[in-house]
DNA sequence: TGGTATTTTGATAATGGTTATCATTACCAA
DNA sequence: TTGGTAATGATAACCATTATCAAAATACCA
């Protein structure tokens, strides 16, 4: 199943209504391959449908997340940024201090540990969040 | 040296003042043994010294991330905590979404595997976050 | 021990990302 | 169609954090 027909089905499965807006910007936003903020997307979604709110954006993304196809992050003190999650697997990041590249990486060993880790504290993990930060090849003296 | 010799140090070396606020302030947080709000650091303080103001607080705080003294998280969406780190040596953490409780682990071999991820993505890492999220014991169904 | 340049402080206004409000509009099952 | 409910857009509100600035405190030197 596609991401487009996963959240129609998502919003039917929990009696929520599917609106040309929520179309819209979810499309927008699965196309983006790229850790975007709110209003980033809520520009991109302006250009093609300039009648729709910055609330709604954010009321979707909201959606998105909960419906498993998003994942909000906040590297650093940052404001909120978000990526599709509906077709790339989990991974973590590695974000660049100096200017602000973010590289992406999945290591199993590191999940495996941490799920071992967890269960040997009597926790049952459900998502975690692993940043690096750092100096990227460029901006290393 | 001991953390508020540490701090006092921390300022001196670059020209900062040392003052009774900061002094009060830093003595405080040290002396929380959690992950602290600056809002709750306020309210503490101001038993001792009412008229001492929220900003110094903030600024305080910020001073002894920078001297490597606290370190600030930012667990889910919830505003940024404190926790002391002079004597505690790195660790990461488990956090319940339920209740809110936070445990926290070390573990060297998945420190050890961050690092040479990094560095076979050219990334020299200077600090990372790793943060468990699921359900403590007492909150598993 | 003052004097003085500089830093720090406290009160408060401003900021900015995100959420709440609410009248209006859109959806959809019957 | 229609009726009941949910969603939307505009904007006000929120709230943690930061900026501002006049007044006070500090460090250093004569
Ligand atoms: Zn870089
Ligand atoms: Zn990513
Ligand atoms: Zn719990
Ligand atoms: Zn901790």
Redesign the interface.
């Given at each position: 199943m596609g991401n487009t027909a996963c959240f129609t089905k998502y919003l039917a499965d929990r009696g929520l209504k599917s609106t040309r807006q929520r179309e819209l910007i979810s499309a927008t936003f699965m196309a983006i391959n790229d850790h975007t903020s709110a209003e980033e997307l809520y520009l991109r979604v302006a250009k093609e449908e300039p009648d729709v709110g910055l609330a709604t954006v954010y009321r979707t993304l909201k959606l998105l997340c909960s419906a498993g196809l998003a994942r909000?992050h906040?590297f650093g003190?940052s404001s909120?940024r978000y990526e599709p999650l509906s077709i790339k697997q989990h991974h973590d990041h590695?974000i660049?201090?100096k200017c602000g590249y973010v590289?992406e990486?999945e290591?199993p060993?590191?999940e495996k540990?941490?799920d071992e880790?967890?269960a040997s504290?009597?926790?049952?993990?459900?998502?975690?969040?692993?940043?690096?930060?750092?100096?990227?090849?460029k901006c290393?003296p």
């Open positions: 909000e906040r003190n909120s590695l660049c201090t590289e990486f290591h060993k590191i540990l941490q880790i967890a504290l009597g926790f049952e993990v459900m998502t975690h969040k692993l940043e690096l930060y750092g100096l990227c090849r290393q």
